[in-house]
């Protein structure tokens, strides 16, 4: 699997920002998708999963309520909708994709599938 993320960019606190992830093939075979971040300095944090065939979705404590993670399966292309941004969530931001009973018990820095990483920088 291909993942190519796209969308960062630079915001003011407060602003949005809606980063794209686009999968190729289809996601097919993929029972877990997600993102991730890294900070300079800082550990890799999980951000947000969803689950198939649930659809279930989770966000880390620090991002829910302001974060949205879905999927467009006609796109193939799985989205992170961060509003209220503050500095702390200045990070590169990776999606990251894995199958089977293996994803469902790694965070989502752990996936084997991923992509190159796109820059999101708050100020």
């Known amino acids: 699997v291909q993942l190519v993320e796209s969308g960062g960019g630079s915001v003011q606190a407060g602003g949005s920002l809606n980063l794209s992830c686009a999968t190729s093939?289809?996601?097919?075979?993929?029972?877990?998708m997600g993102w991730f971040r890294q900070a300079p300095g800082r550990e890799r944090e999980e951000v947000a999963r969803?689950?198939?065939?649930?659809?279930?979705?989770s966000y880390t404590g620090a991002v829910a309520g302001r974060f949205s993670i879905t999927q467009d399966n006609a796109e193939n292309v799985m989205y992170l909708r961060m509003n209220s941004l503050t500095p702390e969530d200045t990070a590169k931001y990776y999606c990251?994709?894995?199958?089977?009973?293996?994803?469902?018990?790694?965070?989502?820095?752990?996936?084997?599938?991923r992509g190159q990483g796109t820059q999101v920088t708050v100020s």
């Open positions: 990251a994709a894995d199958a089977g009973v293996f994803c469902l018990t790694r965070h989502v820095y752990e996936y084997r599938n």
């Open positions: 093939p289809s996601k097919a075979g993929s029972s877990c």
């Open positions: 969803i689950t198939w065939p649930t659809g279930a979705m």
